[in-house]
């Protein structure tokens, strides 16, 4: 059997309980090597640890999938919540492992604490990724048109090609007032947590690729 559960935004309390319990349990500890690091006081400690980089995931997971058919409890951990631009490697996990609809266990994404961070309700708000393979302009217009529409925008950004000073010069670019406000949050939760108050104008840094942005209304 393979779980794959969202371990957070980092804090390692803030795991479902059921999460907790299950990787406590688990024979099978695996996924990229930064995010087990974020939750591995809750493994059990004889649990087989398969971690993995972006070059032997497909060979790594494979590992996974051979041990669940060997009737082992397997985990896969995503960073944040799996259903929060997860899906790419909830894929892999179906090719890879080749075992479909392994069980989801949802996480706290980090969406959901920089929408507490700056009070943005989801239902006022559009959530969207440019963390994904191919082609990112349906995105870019659909953040420009939501943003038109009165909504506030929650956005990881693409490492390292459109972060957050990528994103804000395009906004103006397309018409969004260079004074719209923009949070940008690094390491949410991590004991080295950063946040910046800025606007769309002096959003010029460069940020950890561990980083999110809010981009408020234009309508406010
Ligand atoms: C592939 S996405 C996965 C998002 C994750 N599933 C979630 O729910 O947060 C990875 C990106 O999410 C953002 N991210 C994840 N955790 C974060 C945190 N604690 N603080 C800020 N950004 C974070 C970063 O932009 C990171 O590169």
Redo the contacts with the bound molecule.
Sequence with gaps: MIYAV?IG??DPDMLPHKTVLLLQDADVISGFETVLNLAEKHFNPNAVRISMGYKDQSQKLEQVGELSRAGKTCVVC?????N???Y??LERINNDCHESNPVIIP?I???Q??ASRTLTAFETSVFL?F?KRGDISQDKEFLVSALKMGKSAIV??L?WDFMPAEISRYLIEQGIPSETKVNV??????PE?KSYSLTLENCKDKFS????MVIGSINN
């Design positions: 969202g935004p980092g995503f960073m944040g919540d799996v929060f631009s997860g790419e490697y996480g994404s980090s969406a604490i920089a990724t963390h990881i950004p490492p949050f690094e390491h949410l939760t991590w947590e690729d561990v980083s999110i």
